[in-house]
């Protein structure tokens, strides 16, 4: 199964929803680009208001060990002519704190 598709230019990624039948258990999957356009972080924004737990995994505090890992998440979302934005927890999940 292919989680995350870059060509060219593009980049999409899966949503994988997993049930038991007759149980109305759900998990759902969504696979995040940490840097992306404000419209899929939009779209994220409105597939997780339908969730009653969400669970976000990232990199938290500040390294050298981070800082070599994530130089995109920093520097891709400065271009403004790109309009990307980087992953923030407030743009997905407005109103909550950690």
């Given at each position: 199964?292919?989680?995350?598709?870059?060509?060219?230019?593009?980049?999409?990624?899966?949503?994988?929803?997993?049930?038991?039948?007759?149980?109305?258990?759900?998990?759902?999957?969504?696979?995040?680009?940490?840097?992306a356009a404000p419209a899929f972080h939009s779209q994220?924004?409105?597939?997780?208001?339908?969730?009653?737990?969400?669970?976000?995994?990232?990199?938290?505090?500040?390294?050298?060990?981070?800082?070599?890992?994530?130089?995109?998440?920093?520097?891709?979302?400065?271009?403004?002519?790109?309009?990307?934005?980087?992953?923030?927890?407030?743009?997905?999940?407005?109103?909550?704190?950690?």
């Amino acid at each position: 199964m292919q989680i995350v598709e870059v060509t060219g230019d593009a980049a999409r990624s899966a949503v994988v929803t997993m049930r038991r039948g007759g149980t109305p258990l759900e998990f759902v999957i969504l696979a995040m680009l940490h840097v992306a356009a404000p419209a899929f972080h939009s779209q994220i924004r409105l597939r997780l208001r339908e969730c009653d737990l969400v669970v976000i995994e990232g990199i938290r505090g500040r390294s050298a060990r981070v800082s070599a890992l994530t130089p995109a998440h920093r520097f891709a979302p400065r271009r403004r002519r790109n309009g990307l934005q980087e992953r923030r927890e407030e743009l997905l999940l407005p109103g909550t704190r950690r």
